[in-house]
């Protein structure tokens, strides 16, 4: 069992960066990949970026160069730094911890933390 919390969402001109933290507690961090996901207003939740636990990392096509994921096994954290922000990044975003076990999946969700990307 793994629990999540996220913190770091806010309003953000365009152009502008945030960065998203993701604590984990409950369970060994350091075998979980790592991914933070979005719902936009009125679309369907999709990923953003992934961390694997080898430290491999993979990234939507819209988030590549702009957005970056790290985790720190030590602290139990995974961030999102995310630059030049375009409203389009608006959503309520949410980290995923997922481990696969016996063709057994174990996927857990934090309560999302808001980023809005506004004038």
């Known amino acids: 069992q793994v629990q999540l919390v996220e913190s770091g969402g806010g309003l953000v001109q365009p152009g502008g960066s945030l960065t998203l933290s993701c604590a984990a507690s409950?369970?060994?961090?350091?075998?979980?990949?790592m991914g933070w996901y979005r719902r936009a207003p009125g679309k369907q939740r999709e990923l953003v970026a992934i961390?694997?636990?080898?430290?491999?990392?993979n990234y939507a096509q819209s988030a590549k160069g702009r957005f970056t994921i790290s985790r720190d096994n030590a602290k139990n954290m995974v961030y999102l730094q995310m630059n030049s922000l375009r409203p389009e990044d608006t959503g309520v975003y949410y980290c995923?911890?997922?481990?696969?076990?016996?063709?057994?999946?174990?996927?857990?969700w934090g309560q999302g933390t808001q980023v809005t990307v506004s004038s």
């Open positions: 995923n911890a997922a481990y696969i076990n016996l063709k057994i999946k174990y996927d857990y």
């Open positions: 409950g369970s060994i961090f350091s075998i979980y990949d």
């Open positions: 961390i694997f636990n080898d430290g491999r990392t």
